[in-house]
């Protein structure tokens, strides 16, 4: 199969984008090269270019989720709280109950939901604020290399769909800062191998097969694509920091380019959709 250039490929998904995000895409990168997988003996209704895939998971994510009620956000905030600050993260109860919140808001009622939430007291958007500070966006900041105290974004997310496919994408995350940690001489093969599972989830939207199920981007909802963005962000932040970059072929290098361009891109109206329900409610104009 001949390969499209970005602006072709972004045409074929111009109902997925934004039209800064397009602009700001066409202007970073030229080619986007093609991941890897088998393929799918489905027929998609709608083709799609690349590969159409099912990415096999024989790991079931074994933890069980706990459904966020008004009675326990105090007691998953503070759970998550200690376990950030046992990975040497500075963060509160109501940083990390915030975010709980607004990305679960389903979990609650209006009325719930209105009655937690106190837009005066935040002096930016909480969700990004948060993330911003256990440092995924901050390109110089000065990495761990403990792959242990990379961030689960499962964590965050309390529906089921959302919590098994970021579960896996924790798993993959969690695999390639081991090779990379592990100073092995499969560093570059490991690294690939994982971000293209990212890859063709992002741009192919190829299935990820978790135990019996299977799961596609397009299918997902605000909170998990919100936090698929910022997974995507993070691992690439990562490999970029801690990775001597001579252990990595270009191909591995354009692939964590690719992976955290269009987690950005495709991701983007999730969360617009989710800021915009956060301020421009009517309890917010109340303020």
Do not use: W
């Amino acid at each position: 199969m001949e390969k499209l250039s970005l602006y072709e490929r972004l045409l074929k998904n111009k109902n997925r984008l934004k039209v800064q995000a397009v602009s700001l895409v066409l202007a970073a990168t030229a080619v986007i090269t093609t991941g890897c997988g088998k393929t799918n003996t489905d027929t998609p209704d709608v083709p799609k270019p690349g590969f159409e895939d099912v990415i096999d998971n024989d790991n079931k994510v074994e933890e069980t989720m706990t459904q966020l009620t008004v009675e326990n956000l105090d007691s998953e905030a503070e759970k998550l709280t200690n376990e950030l600050a046992n990975n040497g993260l500075d963060v509160s109860i109501e940083e990390i109950k915030a975010v709980l919140l607004h990305l679960n808001k389903d979990s609650f009622t209006d009325d719930e939901y209105y009655s937690l939430f106190d837009v005066s007291e935040y002096q930016e958007e909480p969700i990004n604020a948060f993330f911003k500070k256990v440092s995924i966006f901050n390109t110089n900041c000065a990495y761990d290399n403990t792959p242990e105290k990379i961030v689960n974004f499962k964590d965050f997310c309390r529906n089921d769909e959302g919590y098994k496919v970021l579960g896996k994408l924790d798993e993959c995350s969690l695999s390639i800062a081991k090779a990379i940690c592990s100073d092995s001489n499969n560093i570059d093969s490991e690294v690939n191998s994982n971000l293209s599972l990212f890859y063709e989830f992002l741009d192919n939207n190829a299935k990820i097969k978790i135990g019996d199920e299977t799961f596609l981007f397009d299918e997902l909802d605000d909170a998990t694509k919100t936090l698929i963005m910022y997974s995507c962000t993070s691992i690439y932040n990562y490999v970029k920091n801690v990775c001597s970059p001579e252990r990595l072929s270009d191909e591995t290098k354009k692939l964590g380019n690719d992976v955290h361009m269009f987690a950005k891109v495709f991701c983007l109206d999730s969360y617009n959709n989710i800021y915009t329900n956060m301020y421009n409610n009517e309890f917010s104009k109340q303020k």
